[in-house]
């Protein structure tokens, strides 16, 4: 087998991402391994000259592990199969990707990605015969049979603090704050954050809600007494009546985006409630990492490439209650990870008294 691997980013950024590179350059180093990062997540071996960097331990010596972001850079709309040239058309460029990497003498891989970036990976490699390990990563946490993505932690941290951060100013000028967090199509952030940040009302896309079932939970807050509520809502949430808030980017890519405004709009109107909307954003990817993402990313790193030593290609490291284990990448792509609304985040929500609004 090759003595050369190659690493890289692919998908959606998070914190936590170079404490993974960290981790696999340092047991590859120790296996006498040379590593290669690839720039721009695959996209930079479609470049002329293709884009990399050999990367040794010396590269993760100061801060590079503590920072956000990826020192390899990334994207999360350049498919080989579906690639837009500069004059709009559509390419696919897969079989020049699949020479680059072997014009490079790269025969194994590792990629830290999503379920998006997986499924994309886990034909390129079936295609060019690559040995391929993948390291799942997202803020999302929607990634199937893993209990965790690197990323999430921080982003669930980022959004605590937010919440932090606005009791204070809602008690002073008695008021609903909404905030809008990340999450795609799974609450998990808006949930868990919600719970540590003492939200009363958590609005995820798994539960419908009704607008009056807030109203009640934010009127039964004032009559006890209480001057302000916190409101957390996950950005794929709909309208009770089912439409979808989306931002249109340039270009036109669209993104989740603008349920927190409709709601804060909503509550005022059934509350009487003065409301004030956040939006969070990309903020909750940009942080260090967490000293819980850190560990995630050692231990995932580590070992993605004993997976490779050993031979075991076309799996993802994961973690599950607690163990280390690989599964098959075609299973962790089969479905995606959404909050079990029977489960026990949720019972422990609801023994708290906060409301779902429905
Ligand atoms: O999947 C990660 C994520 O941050 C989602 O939570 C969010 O909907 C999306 O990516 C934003 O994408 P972009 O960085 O392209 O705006």
């Not at 490291?317 to 959404?338: L, T």
Request: hydrophobic residues 40%.
């Amino acid at each position: 087998m090759s003595k050369r691997i190659a690493i890289f980013t692919s998908g959606g950024d998070c914190a936590g991402l170079n404490a993974v590179m960290r981790a696999a350059v340092l047991r590859a180093d120790a296996l006498g391994w040379e590593v290669i990062g690839i720039e721009n997540g695959t996209a930079g071996l479609l470049d002329n000259p293709p884009r990399y960097k050999v990367l040794s331990p010396d590269d993760f010596n100061g801060t590079v592990m503590r920072m956000g972001g990826t020192i390899l850079g990334t994207t999360n709309s350049r498919n080989p199969f579906a690639y837009e040239m500069p004059d709009g058309s559509i390419k696919d460029r897969s079989d020049e990707l699949i020479s680059a990497l072997k014009a490079l003498d790269i025969e194994s891989l590792i990629g830290i990605g999503g379920d998006g970036s997986f499924e994309i990976l886990g034909r390129l490699v079936k295609q060019g015969g690559l040995n391929f390990v993948g390291v799942p990563k997202t803020i999302d946490n929607d990634v199937h049979m893993t209990d965790f993505a690197v990323g999430y932690d921080t982003a669930v941290a980022v959004a605590t603090e937010a919440l932090d951060r606005l009791q204070p100013t809602a008690a002073s000028h008695d008021r609903v704050m909404v905030l809008e967090v990340m999450g795609r199509d799974a609450g998990h952030i808006a949930l868990t954050a919600g719970i540590a940040g003492g939200a009363d009302v958590i609005l995820i896309p798994e539960i419908p809600y009704e607008i009056e079932k807030i109203a009640e939970k934010i009127q039964s807050i004032k009559e006890n007494g209480r001057n302000f509520a916190l409101v957390i809502v996950s950005e794929a949430v709909r309208t009770p009546d089912g439409k979808k808030y989306e931002v249109v980017y340039h270009g036109g890519e669209t993104r989740y985006g603008g349920i927190g405004d409709y709601l804060g709009v909503k509550i005022a109107e059934a509350t009487g409630f003065e409301t004030r909307v956040t939006v969070l954003g990309h903020v909750q990817r940009g942080a260090e990492p967490t000293y819980n993402d850190r560990l995630l990313a050692a231990v995932l790193g580590v070992k993605a490439v004993e997976l490779l030593a050993e031979g075991t290609f076309g799996r993802m490291v994961a973690v599950q209650g607690g163990d280390v284990v690989d599964v098959a990448i075609e299973d962790a792509i089969k479905e995606c990870n959404i909050v079990d609304v029977n489960g026990k985040r949720v019972h422990t929500a609801r023994s708290l008294g906060i409301s779902f609004g429905d």
